[in-house]
């Protein structure tokens, strides 16, 4: 008879130790995240791609006469897929030449009054300059959207990615650092 092995998926990047199997802080995930981030409340859904879902809706009922979503050139297809679900127009950003960031130069060609929201990306363990976009969003009187699906406790000046726009998405599913197996 042969023993029966137990096997436990990894993440993509934080390292599972047993005290990670036990119960800790607040039974409630969505308050624990809160406190975690340092916010006053999170939302939490079935995915980051429904999340955006989400925001993209709200966006559009407090600004309608605003159709166009600005994603850097280089995203996941499900940010597309969210802003197609919301009827909204995808303008793809070239990068900038030496990182993942949309490029400056070229994210001001493509905003104007139809700009809904730009949705820079923290991407692949790299954080993106969100400060950088802020004043050109602001400009222009679009909202910022950070896509920190893959960056779920990375810090920028000792906060939460995720902060410094005016919503930001976090995933859960497998292969992201803090995995539930789905949601975000």
Not at 72 to 85: F, G, K, S
Not at 141 to 169: F, M, P, T, W
């Amino acid at each position: 008879m042969t023993a029966r092995r137990i096997s436990v998926p990894p993440t993509a990047g934080l390292a599972l130790r047993c005290a990670d199997l036990r119960p800790w802080g607040d039974k409630r995930l969505d308050r624990a995240l809160a406190a975690w981030l340092e916010v006053d409340e999170v939302l939490l859904e079935c995915s980051g791609t429904s999340a955006l879902v989400l925001a993209l809706r709200t966006l559009q009922q407090w600004a309608p006469d605003r159709c166009e979503v600005v994603v850097p050139a280089y995203t996941c297809p499900l940010v597309a897929l969210a802003v197609a679900q919301c009827g909204l127009q995808l303008r793809l950003c070239d990068l900038s030449p030496d990182c993942l960031d949309m490029d400056g130069d070229a994210l001001d060609a493509l905003l104007s009054h139809r700009t809904l929201a730009l949705v820079p990306t923290h991407l692949g363990g790299r954080v993106a300059d969100v400060a950088r976009l802020l004043p050109r969003a602001q400009a222009c009187g679009a909202y910022v959207i950070e896509d920190a699906a893959q960056a779920l406790g990375a810090r920028v000046h000792g906060r939460s990615v995720g902060l410094q726009g005016d919503i930001a998405l976090f995933s859960l599913a497998v292969g992201k650092g803090l995995s539930t197996y789905e949601g975000g």
